[in-house]
């Protein structure tokens, strides 16, 4: 089935710092990747959508300048976290367009980046 | 905008015994996906069932089944003979075609022995 490589899985870094998050997709083309914050105890979140080859669409509230999305290949998108603050501290996690056929299969997940700034 | 609501924080169920947990979604398009996935402490995204608005059969997965109310715009997940494994948070999710997931808040379930 498809997969979706997510790494990290956890960094620690140090507030001012720039962080970023890799995924990958390994046995098809993900022509759309999701990205989602998770809080403690509280549900997924969409941040941003990215196209490949397009400038990501972020949700409002969510700082494009901050959270910076590259989609520059069919297997692969970033996440960039800028000058991260411990409020930044959080669960990412990517999902991934899966298509099958022509028709909208499913998403299929990475396994998340939980992120800790101190 | 769509949204969808997960009424049960928590719920508990006996080990073998059947538990269902509740969903509704807020829409109106009339071509969309309905899913739940499970969460374990991994925090691993694991899709548990998935069911196409368009079908009027109810989507079942093993011990998994759903209650697809289109019209009342409800999506129950039934979990039955309950294993110590199903212990975990589950989020129901809407799509429509192509777009993004939106979750509800979820649902904590804890099995005991």
């Known amino acids: 089935g498809a997969v979706v490589s997510q790494h990290p899985s956890w960094v620690i870094c140090k507030s001012g710092t720039s962080v970023k998050i890799e995924c990958r997709s390994l046995d098809f083309q993900a022509t759309t990747m999701f990205w989602y914050r998770q809080f403690p105890k509280q549900s997924l979140m969409l941040m941003a959508t990215?196209?490949?080859?397009?400038?990501?669409?972020?949700e409002q509230g969510v700082e494009k300048d901050k959270f910076l999305i590259n989609h520059a290949s069919l297997t692969l998108s970033t996440l960039t976290v800028t000058s991260a603050h411990p409020e930044d501290s959080s669960f990412y996690i990517c999902?991934?367009?899966?298509?099958?056929?022509?028709?909208?299969?499913?998403?299929?997940f990475g396994s998340g980046t939980r992120l800790t700034v101190v | 905008a769509q949204t969808v609501t997960q009424s049960q924080p928590e719920m508990s169920v006996q080990e073998a015994e059947t538990v269902t947990l509740s969903c509704t979604y807020d829409?109106?398009?009339?071509?969309?996906?309905l899913f739940w996935y499970k969460q374990p402490p991994s925090r691993q995204m694991i899709l548990v069932i998935r069911q196409e608005a368009y079908k009027q059969q109810n989507a079942t997965e093993n011990r998994f089944s759903v209650n697809f109310q289109k019209a009342a715009k409800s999506f129950s997940l039934k979990i039955s003979d309950s294993q110590l494994g199903d212990a975990a948070m589950y989020f129901c999710?809407?799509?429509?075609?192509?777009?993004?997931?939106?979750f509800g808040a979820g649902t904590r379930l804890t099995v005991k022995p």
């Open positions: 829409t109106s398009e009339s071509d969309y996906y």
């Open positions: 999902s991934a367009r899966d298509m099958l056929t022509g028709r909208d299969y499913g998403y299929t």
């Open positions: 999710a809407y799509r429509r075609t192509l777009m993004d997931m939106r």
């Open positions: 990215s196209n490949e080859g397009s400038k990501a669409t972020y």
